[in-house]
Structures are given as structure tokens and as C-alpha cells.
């Protein structure tokens, strides 16, 4: 028998893939999204985005997800340091990168605020 490099006798070793019980689960909302704020109406809404992933401190692109029409998204990672970087419209709507942390085998909560332009 002839076994190459990976310790299998196809070249490569068996790969095991488990599900991450880690990662980021995130909401993004829109504001202020009527031109006058009254008592009791709400001006804020769901928003549907890309956000782009990136490690930290590397910068090194990880993933891009869109969150849904309900403004939500879940997305599985290992454990740690995250920069998110919203898209941006030019120039609206817009938003500011931030950092977030993924311990193991837990997701991190993250609220992504676009700030929609109405004045």
C-alpha cells in the first residue's frame, strides 16, 4: 500500500467539520426614518445590509453577510476579535465599523445603527 502525504492513501487527511457553536448574531436598524419625530411615533426600522467581516488585528477578510429584510443576521465564527464594517451609501446611509469579540461557544449580540440622513 502506498500512503502519501496526509497520512491517507488519497494524499489528503479525513476531514471532520463541526458545526460552530460560536460566532456573531446581529441586528441592524435605520434612524431616524420620518422628518419630524412626535411622542410615541417611532422613527426607526429594520435594515437590510452588507456587512463586511474582517479578523482582527490582521484586517484579513473573513466574510460578508447581508442581513434580512427583518434587519437580522446570524453567522457562525471561531472565537475572536471581529471588525464589522457596515456598507455605506454616499453619502447615505451610513455607518461606523466596530469591533466585536467571539468567545467559544457563544454567540456575541451586535446592534449596527445607520443613520439614514433625514433631518
Known amino acids: ?17 463541526r458545526p460552530r457553536d460560536s460566532g456573531i ?3 441592524v436598524r435605520i434612524a431616524p426614518t ?5 411622542p410615541g411615533k417611532v422613527c426607526e426600522r429594520p435594515y437590510q445590509a452588507t456587512i463586511t467581516i474582517r479578523r482582527e488585528p490582521t484586517h484579513a477578510l473573513v466574510t460578508r453577510v447581508q442581513s434580512s429584510a427583518t434587519g437580522h443576521f446570524r453567522i457562525a465564527l471561531a472565537p475572536g476579535r ?3 464594517i457596515p456598507q455605506n451609501g454616499r453619502p447615505y446611509p451610513r ?3 466596530q469591533i466585536a469579540t467571539v ?8 446592534r449596527i445603527s445607520y443613520d439614514s440622513g433625514i433631518r
Do not use: D, I, K, N
Not at 1 to 17: H, K
Open 95 to 97: 455607518s461606523l465599523p
Open 103 to 110: 468567545h467559544s461557544h457563544r454567540y456575541t449580540a451586535v
Open 34 to 38: 420620518c422628518p419630524v419625530e412626535r
Open 25 to 27: 448574531v446581529g441586528e
Open 82 to 84: 471581529y471588525l464589522l
Open 1 to 17: 500500500m502506498f500512503v502519501l502525504a496526509g497520512g491517507s492513501p488519497f494524499g489528503f487527511a479525513a476531514s471532520r467539520t
